[in-house]
C-alpha cells in the first residue's frame, strides 16, 4: 500500500490526533463506569438516608398518612415476619408520564416499632446506561473537535516558526550547485538538531566543493599536460618529414602522426566528457537552434558531396532550446560527422528539427552492438576502426546534462538517432545545471 | 618582408625548440624564454615583430604577461597557445588584445601560417600581396592570379593555395591541411579523401591557367609546395 507522501507536521498532527482518539475511548470507557458508579453509589446513600429518616419520623409517632407519598412508600408487614435488612435495588419501574419504564433505585427496609413492623421504601429515577454514555461520548467528542481544530491551526502555525530553519536549509541545499564553487551557508538556529543538520551540510557542501575543484584542477593540467609532450611529438614529427627521408622513413612517420592523432583527439574528448561532468557548461540562455543547425549543415556540405550522400532536411525555423552554445555546437556537429562516417557511399541523410526534437537518420549497415551499447564509451561499431568511440558517449552526456533524451533505432535500413528536447520522463529542471 | 623577430614563450623547451627549428628555416629570427620572468626581461629588453605565448606557464598566467605587453604600448602582434577546451582563455586572451590563438596540440605549419597572416594584418596593411613567380594571391581582395589570369577558385581552394605559399618547400600533412581549412569539424572525420579532391582541383585550376604544377605528393605523407619543381 502507497501511503501519500504527507509534510512532516501533517504527520506529526496525526499520530498525535489518532493516539489522542485512543485515549478518549479508552477514557470515556472509564468515564463513563466512574460517572455510573458515583451516580448510583450517591443516590443509594441518599435513599438509605431517607429511609432510616422516615424510620426516625415513624418512631417519633408521625403518622404513616403523613409520611407516605411521591417516591416514597410505607407498608406495614406481619409482626412476627423477619426484619428485612437495609439493601439496594437497581431496577425499573413504571414511569406514567412517559409511559414507559425507568431505571429506578430503590432503597428498603423493615423496622418493628411500637410493636408493629413497617416496611419502609424510597425510590429515585437514576439515568440509564445509554443516558450515561450518551453524555460521555458527547461531551468527549467535542472535546475532540476542539482539539482537532486547535491542534491543526496550531501545528500550521507553529510549524511556520520552528521548522522555519529547516526549511530555509532546504531551499539552501536545493539551490546548492557545486559549478558555483561556493560552500552552503546557512543560518544559525536554537534547535538543536537543526543546529547539527546545518553544521553537517555546511561541512558536506565545503569538503565537495574542494573535492570538485581539485579534480577540476586535476582535468586541467591532465588535459594541458597530455596535449604539450602530444604537441612536441607531432611537432617532431613535422619537422622530420622535411628531412631527407626514404618512403620507409615516412609510412614510419605517417603511423607514429596518425597515432598521435588519435591519441590527442581521445584525450580532448574524455577532457570534454570530464568538463561536462564537473557540470562546466552553463546552459543560462536560449540560443536558436535552427541557425546553428543551418551552419554545422553547410560546412559539411562538401563532405556530402564528396561521399555523394544525399541529404534531404525539414528544418523548422526559430527552433529555441536551453542548451549552452558550445555544446550545441559539438552535438550538431558529432550527429551529422556520424550520420556521414556511418553511411554508405551514395547513402542517404535525412535531418527533420522541430520544436519537440531533432531527429537524424542515415542509411548504412546493421550495427553489430546492442543500441544502448552504443551510448558506452569506447564501444564502437567495426564499420568505422578509425573513429575513437566517443562522438556518441558524448552526445549522450549532452542530453542527460540538459534534460533532453536520446534515442536510438535501426528501422529497414535506417539508423535513426532522436534527441527530444521535453521528453515526457523529464523531472524538475535540475538547480545545479 | 624584413627579417621577422619572434619571441616564444613556452616552458616546454622541446615544444619552444620545434617552433623554433620550423621558424629558423623561413629565416626568421627566433628567441626562446621558458618562464614568466625570463619573458618579462625580455620583454623590457628587446622588441619583438610576434610574440608566440602559452598562456600556461610554470610561474603565472600568460595572460597577464598579455596585460603587460599591451600595457606597454607595445606594437608586437601576440599568438596565444592555450590548451584545447579552454574556452575562457581564448576568449579572455582575444580580449586581452592577442591577435589570434592556437589550440595545442597544434601542426607547425599551421602555427606559421597564423603567425604570417597577424603579422601581415599588422605590419603591411598596403599591399598584402604574396607572390610566387607567375602567381600572386591577395589575401585582402581574396584574388589570385596566374600570369596575370585570375583564377576562378572556391573559398576553400584559394584559402588552400595561401596555406600551400606560405609554407613554401614545406611537408604539409593531410591532417594538417584538414585542420586549416575546416578547423575543429575536422575532429570527428577520419577520412581525408576531400583534402586530396580540394588539392587535385587547386592543381588544374592553376595549370590550367598556364602556371607550373609546383603541388606535388610527398611520400603517403601529404603535400609540397616545391618551388624548385621543373
Keep these: 500500500m502507497k501511503l501519500p507522501r504527507l509534510k512532516l507536521i501533517d504527520q506529526l498532527t496525526l499520530w498525535f490526533l489518532l493516539v489522542t482518539a485512543l485515549v478518549l475511548l479508552v477514557g470515556g470507557v472509564i468515564v463513563f463506569h466512574v460517572v455510573q458508579r458515583e451516580i448510583i453509589r450517591e443516590d443509594a446513600r441518599r435513599l438509605q438516608d431517607t429511609v432510616e429518616m422516615l424510620a426516625r419520623s415513624l418512631q417519633d409517632g408521625t403518622e404513616i398518612e403523613q409520611l407516605d407519598g411521591y417516591q416514597v412508600n410505607i407498608e406495614e408487614l406481619d409482626p412476627a415476619a423477619r426484619k428485612i435488612p437495609m439493601h439496594v435495588k437497581d431496577t425499573v419501574a413504571w414511569f406514567p408520564p412517559h409511559q414507559h419504564y425507568e431505571r429506578e433505585l430503590r432503597a428498603v427496609a423493615s423496622y418493628k416499632i411500637n410493636n408493629k413492623h413497617y416496611q419502609i421504601a424510597a425510590s429515585n429515577l437514576v439515568p440509564e446506561q445509554d443516558e450515561i454514555a450518551d453524555g460521555v461520548v458527547q461531551s468527549l467528542g467535542w472535546t475532540f473537535i476542539l482539539l482537532l481544530v486547535l491542534v491543526g491551526l496550531l501545528s500550521r502555525f507553529l510549524s511556520g516558526r520552528i521548522l522555519a530553519p529547516f526549511n530555509q536549509t532546504l531551499q539552501a541545499v536545493k539551490s546548492f550547485s557545486l559549478a558555483k564553487q561556493s560552500p552552503l551557508r546557512l543560518g544559525s538556529t536554537r534547535t538543536r538538531e537543526f543546529k547539527l543538520l546545518n553544521q553537517f551540510l555546511e561541512n558536506m557542501s565545503r569538503k565537495a566543493v574542494a573535492d570538485y575543484r581539485s579534480l577540476k584542477e586535476f582535468t586541467e593540467n591532465a588535459s594541458h599536460e597530455l596535449q604539450t609532450p602530444l604537441a612536441v611529438i607531432r611537432g617532431k614529427l613535422e619537422l622530420l618529414m622535411e628531412t631527407e627521408i626514404s618512403d620507409r622513413q615516412a609510412s614510419l612517420i605517417l603511423a607514429a602522426h596518425e597515432a598521435v592523432e588519435r591519441l590527442s583527439k581521445t584525450n580532448q574528448a574524455l577532457t570534454l566528457l570530464t568538463r561536462m561532468e564537473n557540470q562546466e557548461y552553463k546552459s543560462n540562455s536560449l540560443i536558436n537552434l535552427s541557425t546553428l543547425l543551418h551552419h554545422a549543415l553547410h560546412s559539411y556540405h562538401e563532405l556530402f558531396l564528396m561521399r555523394a550522400i544525399g541529404l534531404e532536411t525539414e528544418l523548422e525555423e526559430e527552433v529555441e532550446v536551453r542548451l549552452n552554445a558550445a555544446l550545441a555546437d559539438i552535438l550538431l556537429h558529432n550527429l551529422i560527422s556520424n550520420a556521414i562516417r556511418h553511411n554508405d557511399q551514395d547513402g542517404r541523410v535525412k535531418v527533420i528539427l522541430t520544436s519537440a526534437g531533432l531527429l537524424i537518420q542515415n542509411t548504412g549497415k546493421p550495427p553489430q552492438l546492442q543500441p544502448e551499447e552504443l551510448f558506452h564509451r569506447f564501444k564502437k561499431d567495426n564499420q568505422s576502426a578509425d573513429s575513437i568511440g566517443l562522438g556518441l558517449a558524448i552526445v549522450k552526456q549532452i542530453c542527460v546534462l540538459n534534460g533532453f533524451e536520446v534515442n536510438y533505432q535501426y528501422q529497414e535500413g535506417w539508423h535513426k538517432l532522436e534527441v527530444l528536447f521535453n521528453p515526457p520522463s523529464r523531472k524538475m529542471p535540475e538547480a545545479a545545471v | ?230
Aim: aromatic share 10%; proline share 1%.
Design chain 2, 1 to 230: 618582408m624584413g627579417t621577422m623577430k619572434v619571441l616564444i614563450i613556452e616552458d616546454n623547451r622541446e615544444l619552444a625548440q620545434n617552433i623554433k627549428d620550423f621558424l629558423l628555416r623561413e629565416g626568421y629570427l627566433c628567441e626562446l624564454c621558458f618562464s614568466f620572468e625570463e619573458a618579462e626581461d625580455k620583454l623590457i629588453s628587446y622588441s619583438y615583430d610576434c610574440i608566440v605565448l602559452d598562456i600556461m606557464l610554470p610561474d603565472g598566467n600568460g595572460l597577464n604577461l598579455l596585460r603587460q605587453i599591451r600595457s606597454g604600448n607595445n606594437e608586437s602582434s601576440v599568438l596565444i597557445i592555450s590548451a584545447k577546451n579552454a574556452l575562457d582563455d581564448k576568449v579572455q586572451g582575444l580580449d586581452l588584445g592577442a591577435d589570434d590563438y592556437i589550440t595545442k596540440p597544434f601542426h607547425l605549419p599551421e602555427l606559421h601560417s597564423r603567425l604570417k597572416a597577424i603579422y601581415r594584418r599588422k605590419f603591411l596593411r598596403a599591399d598584402n600581396t604574396i607572390t610566387f613567380q607567375e602567381i600572386s594571391v591577395n589575401a585582402d581582395t581574396m584574388e589570385a592570379k596566374v600570369n596575370n589570369t585570375l583564377l576562378d577558385l572556391t573559398r576553400k581552394e584559394f584559402d588552400l593555395l595561401l596555406y600551400f605559399l606560405i609554407s613554401k618547400n614545406r611537408v604539409l600533412s593531410r591532417q594538417s591541411i584538414a585542420e586549416h581549412l575546416w578547423g575543429d569539424y575536422t575532429d570527428n572525420l577520419d577520412n581525408f579523401d576531400f583534402v586530396y579532391q580540394h588539392v587535385k582541383n587547386l592543381r588544374k585550376k592553376i595549370t590550367a591557367s598556364g602556371g607550373k604544377d609546383y603541388i606535388g605528393t610527398v611520400y603517403g605523407l601529404g603535400y609540397r609546395f616545391d618551388t624548385s619543381r621543373r
